[in-house]
């Protein structure tokens, strides 16, 4: 059965279906009428709705009966009953049938489109709590209607079927680790570990004996033998998390293991033979670090058999509201609580803010709200500052904006829960705004450009190459 995300209108009437349709399609609402009752029950063995809006008296089959097919069928299906101001007795039935809300006939357009939007907005709420009824969170979270999202189902579609080393990247909050546990859970492992680890949060010293195990007295502290991250994930899947961040050395013993599928535990003589699937993910462009020296380029091609880019949030805003309502529907259960929901106007804010954070910062946003706010529906002045304050940013002057914008940006570093040392990153990005500015300020001259920064020319010739900057044309003199 295809579900279909129209909002159904069954009227004889065939100006009241010209209205409506005509309503709704200016508030983006696709729309699918019929003359009777009759003809939309034809159709519902292979569609469903995502509202109806119907008509109590029609030829053959009335309202009602349309009602009570779909509270049997599709209980979850939102029906809006329209009656006359003499039908009480069928507003009363319509309400007992199990109606979301009846209209009565003539009706006020606005009331229409208010009334649609509460009964859209309950069917996203029903879908999304069934999805977490239906299916394990942490894969259902991964939800969403954009192109952008839908592509990324569609990669792991064809890959259900396989084996290969699969690359993830995408900024820090985009989800990669939910798509990892997608991949394996619709893999040939399925039924086999996931084991995750991320390797930058594991310090140097530690990380070969939590990637390989040790051997009882291989270090001072090894009081007994330690199965490694590998051992563990034998016949399933590893998710290494981070990856542009895991030392040299390990890289290379990595490299090996992916190569021969074998490798030693720390203080080990006999060789461990493994058959595990690895998913890697990162937020950096590994390909400027191997162009850097920083990253093994073996390595790289190794694990970028397949390469599945994740979409920023603020590049799939249209799914917000959907991943806003997943989002409520689970805190809700965590504290027992009614879910709330977003407001139209807050909808909007949210569709307008950058989101550096990504996903898990409306996840944070949403936990805030849930635990903070005082009504079912979240209103703009019940949003967190840093939103609320976006468009005003806008206003500021130009020497103000760049420091907000950095304020917030390590705001949000911070409250990520993966979050490490930032301050390496933050230069990296500070330094390569300056150098091309500096730059296209001098119309590519470095000596000139070297000197309004206070460098040296060849300090900015090394960091150009670090930073992988487009050469920009003359260099000069």
């Not at 394990?136 to 396989?162: A, H, M, W, Y």
């Not at 989800?175 to 390797?199: C, M, W, Y």
């Not at 529906?377 to 103000?400: F, M, R, T, W, Y």
Request: one cysteine or more; proline letters at 4%.
């Amino acid at each position: 059965m295809n579900s279909s995300q129209d909002v159904w209108i069954v009227d004889d009437d065939r100006a009241i279906r010209w209205v409506l349709e005509r309503a709704l399609s200016k508030e983006q609402v696709t729309t699918r009428s019929f003359e009777t009752a009759d003809d939309a029950l034809k159709i519902l063995d292979v569609e469903k709705p995502s509202v109806v809006i119907t008509d109590v008296r029609m030829p053959g089959e009335s309202g009602l009966s349309l009602l009570a097919s779909l509270r049997e069928n599709f209980p979850k299906v939102p029906v809006i009953v329209m009656t006359a101001y003499g039908d009480l007795d069928h507003a009363v039935a319509a309400f007992q049938g199990g109606a979301f809300e009846y209209m009565p006939k003539p009706f006020d357009v606005d009331d229409v489109i208010s009334i649609v939007r509460r009964a859209i907005r309950k069917a996203r709420e029903d879908s999304v709590s069934q999805a977490l009824n239906d299916a394990d969170s942490k894969v259902s979270g991964i939800i969403g209607s954009s192109p952008e999202i839908q592509e990324v189902f569609r990669t792991i579609g064809r890959l259900s079927n396989s084996h290969m080393t699969v690359m993830i990247t995408g900024e820090s909050g985009t989800g990669k680790e939910l798509v990892a546990g997608a991949l394996h859970k619709h893999s040939p492992r399925a039924d086999q570990a996931f084991i995750a680890l991320n390797t930058a949060a594991i310090p140097s010293e530690l990380l070969e004996s939590e990637l390989f195990g040790h051997e009882k007295g291989s270090f001072t502290g090894a009081t007994s033998r330690r199965i490694g991250r590998f051992e563990q994930a034998d016949k399933g899947t590893l998710f290494l998390d981070e990856i542009g961040d895991m030392p040299a050395d390990l890289q290379t013993r990595l490299l090996r293991v992916l190569s021969d599928g074998q490798f030693y535990r720390v203080g080990g003589h006999q060789p461990i033979k493994v058959d595990v699937r690895v998913i890697a993910a990162t937020h950096q462009e590994l390909d400027v670090l191997v162009a850097d020296g920083r990253f093994r380029e073996d390595l790289f091609h190794r694990l970028n058999v397949i390469s599945l880019e994740l979409p920023a949030l603020r590049e799939r805003v249209d799914d917000i509201g959907e991943l806003s309502n997943y989002f409520f529907q689970l805190i809700a259960k965590e504290l027992n609580q009614e879910a709330k929901v977003f407001t139209e106007e807050s909808l909007c804010l949210l569709r307008a803010y950058y989101w550096p954070g990504n996903v898990r910062q409306l996840e944070n946003v949403c936990r805030r709200v849930m635990v903070m706010g005082s009504t079912r529906e979240v209103e703009l002045d019940e949003l967190p500052k840093e939103i609320k304050l976006a468009e005003q940013k806008e206003s500021e002057p130009v020497g103000q904006q760049w420091e907000s914008n950095l304020r917030s940006w390590v705001e949000t570093e911070l409250d990520t829960k993966d979050a490490g040392p930032i301050i390496s990153t933050a230069e990296s990005k500070f330094e390569t705004v300056l150098i091309t500015a500096a730059l296209a300020h001098t119309n590519g001259r470095r000596q000139a450009a070297a000197k309004l920064l206070g460098w040296g020319r060849n300090t900015l010739t090394r960091k150009i190459k670090q930073y992988q900057i487009l050469d920009q044309r003359p260099q000069d003199s």
